[in-house]
């Protein structure tokens, strides 16, 4: 046995052999604490019997059984609740994680089922209040733990054996005997490896909550990701009510799974055909709007990209961005101006996702562009046309995945052309006349711009 100091953060258990006043891995202030580690001088086991290989030809596929939760957009992504599950739904705070699981936990125990909703990020009076505004009536097998305390909730979870429990959030549960403060990665691993041990013992599904922040929580759900089964996202901008869901890791089903949600007064709302609600409040005939098409996970969504430019008063010019990401944009900026002559360099250059959605996939680039040049040019692109591809440095046009499937989802939304770089499509899709363009230029020619 070896007996040494070390100092550990309680912030992102970071390690050192010297004590500072700053983590120097996470920047955080006093936050480094002493702690004596017991390093065991042991080899470890390396003898074990073998094991049996099975053929993988003719091993049964079986899906595990799931329980639907009555959310729609949870049961598209998550294809229901397996026994014994563990699935993290991360997400900024404040982006909707607890009323989409409220939702989902007022769905289950309508039907009957026992649910248990451990809170600690809330009081249960605040999730209370969050309930009856998303049902007045509740039922009366929806239940909540007021604890933070880790092996007590897991006690809890053994004796009830609920049909689900929700642990909202990761970041407040306590495992004593741990290093950290509740939240910091130790606390989190901890915690979250507890909870999952006793909803795999009595097979209850497990929905833990993490929160993450804008540059990536240091005890966010990434240290989770191997211990839990599946991760799920919500994101979308907060000043929106676009919210989307997608599997980050899934294991009893594909990952690819998507849905657009719309936060309203009762709550997150699953929308049936996306391209249809993100185009509804496009006005046609505006300089400035080009329509590309997106896809999240393997699902189509048409968006609206839009530009406006103007004059710039003194200084540098202004670049704002919503959904796009603005140094991508300023590449952009120069590559119109370097390789296609239209030049927005000295104006100001405001553009924007409809709808505060992520637009930031260079599959956009192209719509970005000609939106563009279309408001610099003042001279609106034809409303039925759709664009996708990619620009490079060289003003030329990449390929994007799944060209097929973008061009089927214009036609389904009445879009009669679309531009796409050139090569991308092996058979063309009935109904829609294409335009394959190899750089920039070409592509702009073609909108008419
Ligand atoms: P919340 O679920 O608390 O977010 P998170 O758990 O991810 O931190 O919800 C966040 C926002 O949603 C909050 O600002 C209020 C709003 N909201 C609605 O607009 N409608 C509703 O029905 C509910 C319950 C919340
Ligand atoms: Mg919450």
Redesign the pocket.
């Known amino acids: 046995m070896n007996q040494k100091t070390i100092f550990t953060c309680s912030k992102c258990d970071a390690q050192t052999l010297k004590w500072s006043g700053r983590c120097s891995e996470c920047g955080a202030w006093g936050s480094l604490k002493e702690a004596t580690e017991t390093a065991e001088v042991s080899s470890p086991r390396t003898a074990g019997k073998p094991g049996e290989i099975k053929q993988f030809k003719g091993h049964s596929a079986q899906s595990a059984k799931s329980e639907l939760t009555g959310v729609s957009a949870l049961d598209e992504v998550l294809g229901g609740l397996v026994q014994g599950s563990v699935t993290l739904l991360a997400?900024e705070?404040?982006?909707?994680?607890?009323?989409l699981l409220?939702q989902a936990a007022i769905a289950l125990a309508t039907s009957g089922k026992k649910i248990i909703y451990v809170t600690g990020e809330e009081s249960p009076a605040q999730i209370h209040r969050?309930l009856i505004?998303?049902a007045p009536q509740l039922p009366a097998t929806l239940f909540f733990l007021d604890l933070t305390d880790v092996p007590t909730i897991a006690a809890t979870i053994e004796k009830e054996k609920p049909d689900l429990t929700i642990v909202d959030s990761v970041q407040t549960l306590r495992t004593p005997d741990m290093n950290g403060e509740p939240g910091s990665v130790t606390q989190v691993k901890a915690g979250s490896a507890i909870l999952t041990e006793a909803a795999k013992k009595c097979g209850t599904p497990l929905m833990l909550?993490g929160q993450v922040t804008k540059d990536g929580d240091v005890a966010g759900p990434r240290v989770l990701e191997h211990l839990v089964d599946s991760v799920l996202f919500l994101e979308g901008d907060h000043e929106h009510r676009y919210r989307i869901l997608r599997a980050l890791k899934h294991r009893f089903g594909p990952t690819d799974q998507s849905a657009l949600l719309t936060?309203?007064?009762?709550?997150l709302e699953t929308v049936t055909d996306p391209s249809q609600e993100l185009l509804q409040h496009r006005l046609s005939g505006i300089p400035g709007s080009a329509v590309t098409c997106l896809i999240q996970g393997q699902r189509p969504m048409l968006l609206e990209i839009q530009a406006l430019t103007n004059p710039a008063g003194y200084g540098t010019p202004v670049r704002r961005a919503t959904g796009v990401d603005t140094s991508r944009l300023g590449m952009l900026l120069a590559v119109l101006a370097r390789r296609a002559g239209v030049n927005a360099l000295e104006k100001d250059v405001y553009a924007n996702a409809a709808g505060g959605l992520d637009a930031r996939d260079p599959s956009a680039d192209l719509a970005l562009v000609a939106a563009i040049a279309s408001a610099t040019k003042n001279v609106p692109l034809n409303p039925r046309l759709g664009l996708f591809g990619e620009v490079g440095l060289g003003g030329e046009l990449r390929p994007v995945a799944l060209p097929e499937l973008r061009l089927k989802e214009f036609k389904r939304m009445g879009f009669d052309h679309a531009i796409l770089p050139k090569g991308q499509i092996k058979k063309s899709v009935d109904g829609i006349k294409t335009v394959e363009a190899a750089t920039l230029e070409e592509a702009l020619r073609a909108c008419g711009l």
Do not use: N
């Open positions: 997400g705070p404040g982006i909707g994680k607890s009323t409220a969050r505004r998303l909550v936060m309203t007064e009762k709550g």
